[in-house]
């Protein structure tokens, strides 16, 4: 019980206190002054049941896994209850905080053994009981018999190894997405009952295996079931109800403004990077092409590229020479594009010239030291985003070509389990988080220059 007398700050306790046992007791921002309002910082008080004061300490460092970035804020918590169920049930015997650069130091400890769990208390309850909270664990117990520095632990968000549909969306008349939270293996979809063919499914399945998009030509049935497989094994038995083109719109956009047809290319800026093809990219699948109106120029010379529709028929990739320093255009006459729905495209007009090699750089990387297993190596700019990557198996010399100019940052991922990405750790089952590495210093591009780098990864 906290009351304030004046200057005075009186704390009650109505608990019954343990003999011979060190407490602290902080204050963090919670102590301002009466008249200018100003704080006492990171104010802690220390006494003792006994007749000694506990000083042993444990500090390290507590990191983000993936980007080996500092975790500021987050809970350092140690037990004396050393059960593996601990950081569900119970709050910590000891815990602080990590400051901006992700240190931490427990200080007033008592010597023994403990088990240390790092948090992000998103429910601010002292307790890990939502896979949203990142974490940080230690492999071995922590025996603290003398002060303890340097303990160190890389933090992750744990994911279920539970396979479940984590969304079912219906986005327009005719078009479907479904969302898994893990990588669905050799995905079927069945339709109950069996669709008629005028309705033409089409579905395309993402990269990363765990989204299922689907688009029905016509919707000519009141609602249908969409039957999810793995192989053999049913996932999921999805019932939907089907909302017909003119219908009443939903959601933000409205499910008849998700329908229509866009079409995108990767010239950004009219500017086409060397060594590239023009590539066009639609919302919709595509059904048909009318390739002799479109008009496809180099200069004031028409060529005809061969064109090139994608497996899942929403990107058309011009396939022909395009040297660098030229320019090009292309125009499509409305209609020259026929959606899987039978909408037909507008216009398109676009003009591009390719960029020469000499505005970018080049990255020739060694790594003569890598012992045998999975890589991926990875180029990423100053926000952690990947530029490029590639797997690797060991000792390697890899090249990087047309790098824009700028800084960028080498990251190299163990891939202990070799599913080609990063993956974290699981608590239950005692899995650290996948190894990642980065090179010591910062990268910089330059246009017109080769840049030369040996990393003897230990």
């Known amino acids: 019980?906290?009351?304030?007398?004046?200057?005075?700050?009186?704390?009650?306790?109505?608990?019954?206190?343990?003999?011979?046992?060190?407490?602290?007791?902080?204050?963090?921002?919670?102590?301002?002054?009466?008249?200018?309002?100003?704080?006492?910082?990171?104010?802690?008080?220390?006494?003792?049941?006994?007749?000694?004061?506990?000083?042993?300490?444990c500090s390290g460092n507590i990191v983000n896994a993936n980007t080996m970035r500092p975790e500021k804020g987050v809970l350092v918590m140690l037990y004396r209850n050393l059960s593996d169920s601990v950081p569900y049930k119970e709050k910590p015997y000891y815990y602080t905080r990590t400051d901006e650069f992700g240190n931490y130091k427990l200080t007033n400890l008592a010597p023994s053994t403990y088990k240390i769990f790092a948090l992000a208390d998103e429910g601010e309850d002292y307790l890990y009981n939502s896979r949203a909270e990142k974490i940080a664990f230690s492999d071995t117990l922590i025996v603290v018999k003398d002060h303890v520095d340097s303990l160190n632990l890389k933090m992750f968000q744990e994911k279920s190894t539970t396979q479940f549909l984590a969304k079912s969306q219906q986005l327009s008349p005719g078009r479907f997405r479904f969302d898994y939270n893990l990588r669905v293996n050799n995905p079927v979809i069945r339709f109950s009952p069996e669709l008629p063919a005028t309705m033409d499914p089409i579905v395309e399945y993402s990269e990363s295996g765990d989204t299922i998009h689907v688009w029905l030509a016509k919707v000519e049935l009141d609602s249908v079931n969409f039957v999810i497989l793995s192989g053999n094994e049913v996932l999921d038995t999805i019932p939907m109800k089907l909302t017909k083109?003119?219908?009443?719109?939903?959601?933000?956009?409205?499910?008849?403004?998700?329908?229509?047809?866009?079409?995108?290319?990767?010239?950004?800026?009219?500017?086409?990077?060397?060594?590239?093809?023009?590539?066009?990219?639609?919302?919709?699948?595509?059904?048909?092409?009318?390739?002799?109106?479109?008009?496809?120029?180099?200069?004031?010379?028409?060529?005809?590229?061969?064109?090139?529709?994608?497996?899942?028929?929403?990107?058309?990739?011009?396939?022909?020479?395009?040297?660098?320093?030229?320019?090009?255009?292309?125009?499509?006459?409305?209609?020259?594009?026929v959606d899987w729905y039978g909408q037909k495209s507008d216009t398109i007009k676009s003009g591009f010239t390719v960029q020469p090699a000499r505005q970018f750089g080049n990255l020739n990387l060694k790594l003569p030291t890598l012992a045998k297993g999975n890589y991926i190596l990875q180029i990423v700019d100053e926000k952690d985003r990947v530029v490029r990557d590639t797997l690797i198996h060991g000792n390697a010399i890899c090249n990087f070509s047309i790098l824009s100019a700028g800084n960028y940052r080498i990251k190299l991922i163990y891939d202990t389990n070799s599913d080609g990405r990063w993956t974290p750790g699981n608590y239950p089952e005692k899995l650290q988080p996948e190894k990642v590495f980065y090179y010591s210093t910062t990268v910089r591009i330059r246009s017109g220059w080769d840049m030369d780098v040996e990393w003897r990864v230990e």
């Open 245 to 337: 083109p003119g219908g009443k719109k939903t959601g933000r956009l409205g499910v008849a403004d998700a329908r229509a047809l866009v079409i995108s290319h990767n010239a950004i800026g009219g500017k086409l990077l060397p060594g590239n093809r023009f590539v066009i990219t639609s919302t919709n699948p595509i059904r048909s092409i009318e390739t002799a109106k479109i008009i496809f120029k180099q200069g004031s010379d028409t060529i005809q590229p061969k064109f090139i529709l994608s497996e899942n028929k929403r990107v058309i990739t011009f396939d022909g020479q395009f040297p660098e320093d030229s320019s090009f255009s292309v125009f499509m006459p409305p209609g020259a594009i």
């Open 1 to 57: 019980e906290i009351t304030i007398r004046k200057k005075d700050l009186i704390i009650q306790f109505k608990d019954t206190l343990e003999a011979n046992t060190t407490y602290s007791i902080s204050f963090g921002k919670a102590i301002r002054d009466i008249t200018e309002n100003n704080t006492l910082n990171n104010f802690q008080y220390v006494f003792s049941t006994g007749p000694v004061i506990d000083s042993l300490t």
